[in-house]
């Protein structure tokens, strides 16, 4: 019933569990963050999962000013990056705290390695950002306006 060498037969276990890259199998609800409503197709919430799922948690998660609300108190799924967007900051000082805030925030998630490629341009109303996320499954862009 047992392996003749347990302690053999248990460091071959954690070397292939260590080996092993995570795999984000997360589900979400697609969701239209300028019109701040989920999306409907007929009638029906549209269920994502893997990657896309993971593009929603992060701009959820960039949606989601630290301090504001009571429920997101005591977790760490937050940001805090009003202040910056909207303060009257030197440019450069602005996007390295964005990249900072927003790469602690992101990197809590096990399945997002890095945030790389940073990109911010301005217009008269908007701040976009741009940026490739890592994952164990691979890299995409995301780009997020604020």
């Given amino acids: 019933m047992f392996p003749e060498n ?5 460091e071959e ?6 080996d092993a890259a ?22 029906k919430l549209v269920q994502v999962e893997g990657l896309e799922a993971l593009k929603i948690w992060i701009e959820k998660l960039l949606r989601t000013e630290k301090f504001r609300f009571k429920i997101y108190e005591d977790v760490e799924y937050c940001v805090t990056i009003e202040d910056l967007i ?5 440019p450069g000082f602005v996007e390295a705290e964005l990249r900072r805030e927003i790469t602690e925030a ?20 908007y701040l976009h950002i741009y940026f ?5 499954e691979g890299a995409f862009e995301m780009g997020v306006d604020f």
């Fill in 6 to 10: 347990v302690q053999e037969y248990l």
């Fill in 106 to 125: 992101a990197i809590t998630n096990p399945y997002i390695e890095d945030l790389i490629e940073w990109k911010f341009e301005r217009d008269s109303s």
């Fill in 13 to 18: 276990e954690e070397v292939i569990l260590m």
């Fill in 86 to 90: 909207g303060g009257v900051w030197p």
């Fill in 22 to 43: 995570p795999t984000y199998n997360g589900k979400a609800f697609l969701y239209d963050f300028k019109k701040g409503d989920f999306i409907l197709e007929n009638g």
């Fill in 132 to 136: 490739t996320v890592l994952t164990p």
